[in-house]
Structure formats: structure tokens, C-alpha cells
């Protein structure tokens, strides 16, 4: 949760406080008459908020964003847990982006998504497709095992603007987009390799879980930039800025 904590302290313009638990939400609120406007809640394990918890953080700031940031072992807790409503909930790698969307919210800029929302409502608005065509073109190459998978990406690409070629291509790919699933300790040699065929490339490899150990491994051998597969293709993209803005 480190880096969500560093993330949101660094936040401009913004009276941040922490509490350790609801009970001193409850003392901002009555006792200080201190209401925020975005609540940000770490949550490591499932249950660690109880349902009475989350009800009285509801009461006590009706008129807040939440956010219910949630580590690697509430991956399964949509499911099987229903504390949290499900609108609120946001796996950690993608607290950054949801965080930006609530303030935008509460800046009117964009419309809030309600606690009530459905599953089907909150992918389209944590998973918007890139549509737009970007005006820096980065050649992408992608290298995956995943036919599927594979063709996905190479169609998000192509819609944004991005020309995805082969990494036998005689125009040599800016960035390569590299399925690093299943992680092996010989899969490491796979990426040097890589590296050292296309020394101005940007790497990005792609993993569908991602642990701090694994990225520095990943980063070691190779990698520039880590992306989780279940953050929004947007965040991916903009790892392709970087790649044009260094090597294009």
C-alpha cells in the first residue's frame, strides 16, 4: 500500500489526514466538524473492514468518494465478500487511475459512479477502450504465447494509432510488449535477449500478477515498465508515449 499512500500524500492543493481506523473518521467528523471530500481506504486482507464498519464510514461521510483500495489477497473478495459495494472497490496497481477519476468527479468534471453501480457499469468506466488515435505513432511489436490475448492487443494498438509489427520486421519496433506469464527463472535469459536484439526499445512486460519481487526480476533482466493485464489498455498506452517521447 506504500505507494498508494505516497501517491495520494503527494496529491496537490489537498488537506490529507490518515486514520488508523472508522472510530477516527467518526472523531474527525463529530467532534472536529472535518469532512472530506475522498475517502481512501486500505484494505490488506478480506474482512479487515466489517460490514458495520463500512456502513458506519457511509453514514459518517455521506457526501464522499470512496475508494476501497485492495491488496493481492482480496482479489477474490468481489465474490465472495460484500462488504465494500462493488463500485468502490479497486485493486491496488489501479488505485492511482481510480483515485484521479474521483477527484475529477468531485471537481464536476466528470459524472460520479454511483455506490449502486452494477458490474457491467463499472468496467465501462474503469476499462474505456482507447478509440482515440494517438498522434505520435509508436511501431509496437507483441510477443506472447496468447493467440487470443496477442490479437487483442494488437487491435487496442491499431485503433490508437499504432502500427503493430512483427518483431522479424525490418522497421524495428519502438516498443515490445512482452507476455511475461509464466514467470521462470529461464525466461529471464528470453527477455536479455531481447534487450540486447533491440537496445532502444521500450519493454513492457505484462504479468497477471504482479509482486514487487517479480518486477524487480522483470526490471533486471530487461524490462523498462511492468503492466498489470487487468489494468485498463490506457495505462498501457501511455506506456507507448514514453517509448516515442525516448526512442521515437
Same mark, same amino acid.
Given at each position: 500500500?506504500?505507494? /498508494?499512500?505516497? +501517491?495520494?500524500? $503527494? ?9 488508523? $481506523? ?31 464498519? /463500512? ?8 457526501? #464522499? ?38 477527484? #475529477?468527479?468531485?471537481?464536476? !468534471? =466528470?459524472?460520479?459512479?454511483?455506490? =449502486?453501480?452494477?458490474?457491467? !457499469?463499472?468496467?465501462?468506466?474503469? +476499462? ?13 511489436? /507483441? ?21 503493430? /509489427? ?22 529471464? #535469459? ?34 523498462? #515498465? ?23
Amino acid at each position: 500500500m506504500q505507494p /498508494v499512500v505516497a +501517491y495520494v500524500s $503527494g496529491l496537490e492543493n489537498a488537506i490529507v489526514r490518515q486514520a488508523p $481506523g472508522v472510530d477516527d473518521v467518526r472523531r474527525f467528523a463529530i467532534e472536529e466538524r472535518w469532512f472530506p471530500d475522498l475517502v481512501v481506504a486500505l484494505q490488506t486482507w478480506p474482512d479487515q473492514f466489517s460490514a458495520g464498519d /463500512v456502513r458506519n464510514l457511509l453514514s459518517l461521510a455521506p457526501l #464522499a468518494r470512496i475508494v476501497c483500495v485492495c491488496g493481492a489477497w482480496c482479489d477474490s473478495e468481489g465474490r465472495t465478500h460484500l462488504n465494500w459495494p462493488l463500485a468502490v472497490r479497486s485493486p491496488a496497481l489501479c488505485a492511482p487511475d481510480r483515485i484521479v477519476r474521483e477527484l #475529477a468527479a468531485i471537481r464536476g !468534471e =466528470t459524472a460520479p459512479l454511483p455506490l =449502486t453501480a452494477g458490474r457491467g !457499469e463499472i468496467f465501462a468506466v474503469d +476499462y474505456p477502450f482507447p478509440r482515440d488515435r494517438s498522434p505520435d505513432a509508436t511501431r509496437v511489436a /507483441v510477443v506472447s504465447p496468447d493467440r487470443h490475448w496477442r490479437r487483442m492487443l494488437s487491435v487496442a494498438f491499431s485503433c490508437s494509432g499504432h502500427p503493430v /509489427v512483427d518483431l522479424k520486421d525490418p522497421t524495428f519496433p519502438t516498443a515490445i510488449v512482452w507476455d511475461a506469464d509464466p514467470w521462470k527463472s529461464d525466461r529471464a #535469459a528470453e527477455l536479455h535477449s531481447l534487450r540486447s536484439k533491440f537496445p532502444h526499445a521500450t519493454i513492457v512486460a505484462c504479468l497477471g500478477f504482479v509482486r514487487d519481487d517479480l518486477t524487480d526480476e522483470l526490471r533486471a533482466a530487461g524490462a523498462d #515498465a511492468v503492466w498489470f493485464k487487468l489494468a485498463p489498455l490506457v495505462t498501457l498506452l501511455s506506456h507507448l508515449k514514453t517509448a516515442t517521447a525516448v526512442s521515437g
